[in-house]
């Protein structure tokens, strides 16, 4: 069975093998070339050969892993904070998102985010005698720095990336506008400050719905005559017609009607 894991804040998600029962939301312990790592059990399939990954899991986490997990997590923010002096002498202009020990403390993660390139080669030596464990530093970018840090949507519920969503999606302007949303950025970002996810999620059923409906600014053929569409409401079936001295609605399959 492969069971993809959830094991570090900032960090995708890892695949491994298992020949134990994993349940999903299962803190489970695993192997990888970084050493005994901790994680979150999201979800188990059957082996699939597309998969590679030469982690393993080693067992479901314990009662004293359980312990000794909580008492890292306690020495990830002690580290955080650490961290973030040791970036403040060096006077580099990055922002420290997480920092996780994994389970032996042979090894330290650390994300951040900048807006240029870092020379970090100093930091590197400090962060070395400071913690005495082996150093992965990794730049993120802004989306993946709004899933560790979570918070509320402008839907008023937690953010989708933090929540549930893995892979981030691709996601563009045109998606907007298919779904005959404001523009306005302010009005189309998420907290990462790049489009929202959520986006995506009806794309499809708007850009299925508009092979229904007239062009935007196309000339047609109404009951009332011919007037230029200069609006439409897909969720409502209806189109917005200007003729010369006025602008009417019209449900779709009046146009329809006239136009067959």
Known sequence: MIVEIKFSHGETTLFAHTTIPIVPKE???FTTDKGLNYGTALRVSPDNAAVLTESEVVRKATVQD????SALELENQSAKVRVRELVQQA??????IDVAFNFEK???FIAFTADKRVDFRELLKALATNFHSRIELRQIGPRDAAKVYGGIGPCGRPLCCSEFIYDFPNVSIKMAKNQALSLKQSKLNGMCGRLMCCLTYEDDFYKEAQK???DFGETITTQDGKGRVIGMNILKNQIKVRFEETIKDYDITQWKGSHG
Request: charged fraction near 20%; hydrophobic fraction near 45%.
């Open 27 to 29: 803190t489970i312990l």
């Open 91 to 96: 006077q580099l202009e990055m922002k420290i």
């Open 66 to 69: 359980l312990e000794k997990i």
């Open 212 to 214: 229904n409906f007239p």
């Open 106 to 108: 042979s090894q330290i």
